[in-house]
Nanobody, 126 residues
Framework: RVQVEETGGGSVQAGGSLTLSCVFS????????VAWFHQAPGKRSEGVAA??????????EYGDSVKGRFTISEDFDKDTVYLQLSDLKPEDSGLYYC?????????????????WGQGTQVTVSS
């Protein structure tokens, strides 16, 4: 399995911003794809954003709830992916997980990833 580690979580007020980082190692397969998932307390995780290096360049996909507020970016040469969270809302609170090594190409499906990090906590206060 690919080793995955998230950092950058913290506590912010509503409207604030955070940048999360995901570092992964020992990636064997092409194309590289990395996704972020959000798990709010008592809820199932949902796909937030995914990024990959496809044959026609870098591709991205976002969950509906974060479009226009979150931005995923990559430095695949350094095996690192970032998630910039802006205009944060209290409902954005929870654990943010990074995942990679996809089985079937459904970028925001939590069922399709084999390697996961431990998560980083984001708390947004109103």
């Amino acid at each position: 399995r690919v080793q995955v580690e998230e950092t950058g979580g913290g506590s912010v007020q509503a409207g604030g911003s955070l940048t999360l980082s995901c570092v992964f190692s020992a990636y064997k397969y092409k194309p590289k794809i990395v996704a972020w998932f959000h798990q709010a307390p008592g809820k199932r995780s949902e796909g937030v954003a995914a990024i990959w290096d496809g044959t026609s360049g870098i591709g991205t996909e976002y969950g509906d709830s974060v479009k226009g507020r979150f931005t995923i970016s990559e430095d695949f040469d350094k095996d690192t992916v970032y998630l910039q969270l802006s205009d944060l809302k209290p409902e954005d609170s929870g654990l943010y997980y990074c995942a990679t090594e996809i089985r079937s190409w459904i970028p925001l499906s939590r069922y399709e990833y084999q390697s996961w990090g431990q998560g980083t906590q984001v708390t947004v206060s109103s």
